[in-house]
């Protein structure tokens, strides 16, 4: 069973140009996370989407935004591109199951920004 | 709002040591509780997850964690390292319940094991 993928691997931008990065779920899930790993900052919380909706989003400008498309996949797309963007954008995806067994949320390799 | 706290930002070991990294979650509801593991140059992995049941659980590796309700901590444990346990290990949070918060994760710990 494929995993969580990501693409573009690595996309390196100019200050003030957008970046688009694309991230397919695991077959069956519905719900994608985004999440920014920037140096020394851990895993910071960015968006999640959930049947198509955005259920809720991280402490973020808005030049962060997103979508989820009906067959689950999700871009996530930043605007006006600062230096400090950089980072590792990581999506996740999982069955939103809200009962009491849980879910478990599983992560794909990354997507590797350089703003320059 | 759902937060984490993981106590160590850096530990160094030397192979065969015990480790136990600590984690503390703030949430007043019912949560699901993961220690996920960043090998260098890989991605996000999950290393064990507590829902419900047996508060004791045992994840890959030898990795075991422990959920204590009334002190709101999920420690990750493990017996004896060893040099390929040099990683950066996240401890993260979820309301259960299905709540808007989503996967709230903690600062994250640096291991390093020694040889």
């Known amino acids: 069973e494929a995993g969580v993928t990501q693409s573009p691997t690595h996309l390196i931008k100019t200050r003030g140009q957008q970046a688009t990065l694309r991230c397919s779920p695991i077959?069956?899930?519905?719900?994608v996370y985004w999440y920014q790993q920037a140096l020394g900052l851990g895993l910071q919380f960015l968006l999640w989407?959930?049947?198509?909706?955005?259920?809720n989003r991280g402490n973020f400008p808005p030049r962060f935004s997103g979508r989820q498309f009906p067959n689950y996949s999700s871009e996530l797309n930043v605007n006006a591109l600062e230096l400090e963007d950089s980072a590792l954008y990581l999506c996740?995806?999982?069955?939103?199951?809200?009962?009491?067994?849980?879910?478990?949320?599983?992560f794909g390799e990354g997507s590797w920004l350089t703003v320059v | 709002a759902q937060s984490v706290s993981q106590h160590n930002h850096h530990v160094i070991l030397s192979e065969a040591a015990s480790l136990e990294l600590g984690c503390n979650y703030s949430?007043?509801?019912?949560?699901?509780l993961f220690w996920y593991v960043q090998y260098p140059g890989q991605h996000l992995q999950l290393l064990l997850k507590?829902?419900?049941?047996?508060?004791l659980v045992k994840g890959i590796k030898g990795f075991e964690a422990e959920f204590i309700k009334s002190k709101f901590s999920f420690n990750l444990r493990k017996p004896s390292v060893q040099w390929s346990d040099t990683a950066e290990y996240f401890c993260?949070?979820?309301?259960?319940?299905?709540?808007?918060?989503?996967?709230?994760f903690g600062k994250g710990t640096h291991l390093i094991i020694q040889p």
């Open positions: 507590y829902f419900s049941g047996d508060p």
């Open positions: 949430y007043g509801g019912t949560v699901n």
């Open positions: 989407y959930d049947e198509g909706e955005e259920r």
């Open positions: 993260a949070v979820k309301d259960s319940g299905g709540g808007a918060d989503g996967l709230t």
């Open positions: 996740a995806s999982s069955f939103e199951n809200r009962g009491p067994s849980g879910n478990t949320i599983y």
């Open positions: 077959s069956g899930h519905t719900s």
